[in-house]
């Protein structure tokens, strides 16, 4: 018979029953560190009131990698200082009461190496005689940091802490040049800059803008110079680049801004897309390649007669080099539009002429340098010469085979060139045929000063006007 000890068994439940009761009496702390903020050399963190769950009144130790950083904390967060950019630190967090550890938490943050905000451009898209449209592409902080701009104008501050990327100057004197600069500012200090010169129209009514087409799955774009707001029709000129030009800022120099101000006609530069070589735009003369150059100048004219008084019986077309080559190219697509078209240092390519017919008498203005070494004047691979180009347009515009043919004034001596000129009449069609034989000349438009192979003895632009004005469609 076994013999009971009472004192003992009741010992025994209650050390079984101690710890539950023990578990039940202090609930989960949900207990946690979070990170609030950081830079390149600093961090704020933040954690959880354990006091409030747990009813103990506490304190904190926090550690940063193993090493006690501080000690009887009493607040809620902590901001570290003076850390390595760009650095991963771990961090633990002990909440006590008195000397007793009551719980930790731990965290891991890494510190930004805070590069300054990435390099911007600024552009505009629209000046008159006392205002400028400007724009930047908006800037982006490698942190993902807020930014702001802020714009000076000459050195003097226009606006600060602006959160746009576009802003209108306004109240400003007709042929000006404005020192630009916009500023980007990241919350931790950190700025880029970009700087740019924009230059006022000199006509105070005149309107310059950089328009935008969507064609053919392309962003396409052109600028446009009105000289008047009138609503009268003018005449349109379009004026193609060469290969690596930009429409847009050509344009902000063209001297054919001058002519359409003394003459009243709406100016165009269309802006070629890149398709042959990087970074090159350039237009496209040939129909079995990607880019549709055809499609985008047909859409752009119907744009441009919606939003313009334009006398459609007085669109003219010019451009220099590759420019001169889509002057042709398109006479031979769509020449029934045009009253008239001045290639200059640009040839017909011969899959062209072979495989295409004009279906009209077009007049034709060509200037070329004998001594070009872009464009031969000998014509080259699969480009007619510029005789060969002549005589065609003679053939085709019904003229007298035999030229009148004069010199001009060598007017500059030191350019190293003459001009001969070589005019093939239509007694019937009046649809003349003449050509700029720049004897010694080299690559360049005739007039332009910053460039040594141009001839200086003419103005191109007033040259090619003079020409176009004597005609229209019938």
């Known amino acids: 018979m076994t013999r009971r000890i009472p004192g003992v068994s009741l010992l025994l439940v209650i050390l079984l029953l101690l710890p539950a009761c023990r578990k039940e009496s202090k609930p989960d702390r949900l207990f946690e560190v979070f990170l609030m903020d950081r830079s390149d050399h600093s961090a704020t963190i933040g954690w959880t009131d354990i006091a409030q769950v747990s009813g103990d ?31 991963t630190y771990q961090c633990r967090l002990v909440a006590l009461v008195g000397t007793e550890s009551l719980d930790k938490a731990l965290l891991a943050f890494t510190t930004f190496e ?103 799955g392309l962003k396409r774009s052109y600028a446009v110079y009105r000289p008047n707001p009138s609503g009268n029709t003018m005449p349109l000129l379009i004026y193609f680049h060469g290969a690596g030009g930009h429409a847009w800022p050509e344009m902000q120099n063209a001297r054919f801004r001058d002519v359409a101000d003394e003459n009243n006609f709406l100016l165009v530069y269309p802006q070629a897309s890149i398709w042959d070589q990087p970074d090159i735009p350039s237009w496209n003369i040939n129909d079995f390649n990607a880019v549709d150059d055809l499609g985008f100048i047909r859409e752009m004219l119907k744009q441009l007669i919606n939003d313009y008084p334009i006398d459609e019986k007085r669109v003219y077309i ?3 080099s590759s420019g001169g080559y889509m002057t042709y190219y398109l006479a031979f697509k769509m020449g029934e539009k045009f009253a008239a078209i001045a290639p200059v240092s640009g040839l017909p390519v011969e899959y062209t002429v ?121």
């Open 114 to 216: 805070n590069y300054p905000p990435a390099e911007f451009d600024i552009e505009t898209d629209s000046i008159t005689g006392t205002a400028v449209s400007l724009y930047w592409e908006q800037s982006t902080d490698p942190e993902n940091r807020p930014l702001s701009y802020t714009l000076f104008v000459n050195n003097q501050l226009v606006t600060a802490q602006f959160a746009g990327n576009h802003y209108r100057l306004q109240d400003l004197s007709p042929q000006h040049s404005y020192a630009i600069r916009v500023v980007a500012t990241d919350d931790q200090q950190q700025t880029t800059s970009a700087s740019c010169v924009i230059k006022t129209l000199k006509n105070p009514v005149a309107l310059m803008v950089q328009k935008q087409l969507a064609w053919d």
């Open 57 to 87: 009144s506490c304190h904190y130790e926090l550690y940063l990698n193993e090493t006690l950083v501080a000690a009887d904390i009493e607040n809620k967060t902590y901001t570290f200082q003076q850390l390595k950019g760009k650095t």
């Open 318 to 320: 010019t451009g220099m």
């Open 354 to 474: 072979h495989n295409e017919t004009i279906g009209c008498e077009l007049p034709l203005l060509h200037m070329h340098g004998t001594m070009d070494a872009i464009v031969s004047y000998q014509g080259g691979y699969q480009s007619l010469s510029v005789d060969s180009a002549i005589s065609w347009f003679v053939r085709n515009n019904h003229c007298n085979q035999v030229p009148e043919v004069s010199q001009l004034p060598d007017i500059n001596t030191t350019d190293g060139s003459t001009i001969t000129v070589y005019n093939y009449t239509g007694p019937y069609t009046h649809k003349d045929v003449v050509l700029y034989k720049i004897n010694g000349g080299g690559h360049g438009w005739p007039g332009a000063t910053n460039d040594s192979g141009a001839n200086r003895d003419i103005v191109a632009e007033y040259e090619i006007w003079n020409f176009f004005r004597k005609y229209a469609l019938n």
